[in-house]
């Protein structure tokens, strides 16, 4: 848990910083979040964490953190192919068993865009 909520405080303070340099005193109604899943991080405790969290920032109160996954694909310069490593096979090639050295991704966790809480009025009009 200790790690998803450092996690959390981390990505409030990069919220902060950015809703200081949009210059628009708007709520946030969600914040999109990529996640890969090579990252360790739990998206539950991610998720309820941040639902804790955003209650001190006052343009956070209603907003809704929206995960997207990204899968761990790795790629094996033997093979020259892409694979999904598997932890059974200590993320090893599939094909050639050759050790995992180039990850094309699952390493992300970074914001991938927030949406404002009044974005569908402004449409309508
Ligand atoms: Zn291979």
Do not use: N
């Not at 303070?13 to 899943?37: F, N």
């Not at 761990?72 to 599939?94: E, I, K, M, N």
């Amino acid at each position: 848990m200790p790690h998803e909520v450092d996690m959390t405080k981390a990505l409030i303070l990069s919220l902060k910083e950015w809703w200081a340099e949009a210059q628009e005193a708007r709520q946030v109604k969600a914040v999109i979040l990529q996640v890969g899943d090579f990252t360790c991080v739990e998206p539950d405790l991610l998720t309820r964490s941040f639902a804790q969290q955003r209650l001190s920032v006052p343009f956070l109160q209603d907003a809704e953190l929206v995960i997207h996954p990204i899968p761990f694909v790795a790629h094996c310069r033997a093979c020259v192919q892409d694979y999904q490593p598997d932890l059974g096979l200590h993320y090893a090639c599939p094909t050639c068993q050759a050790p995992l050295h180039d990850i094309r991704s699952g390493r992300e966790l970074k914001i991938e865009r927030v949406e404002w809480a009044d974005e569908m009025a402004s449409i309508k009009m």
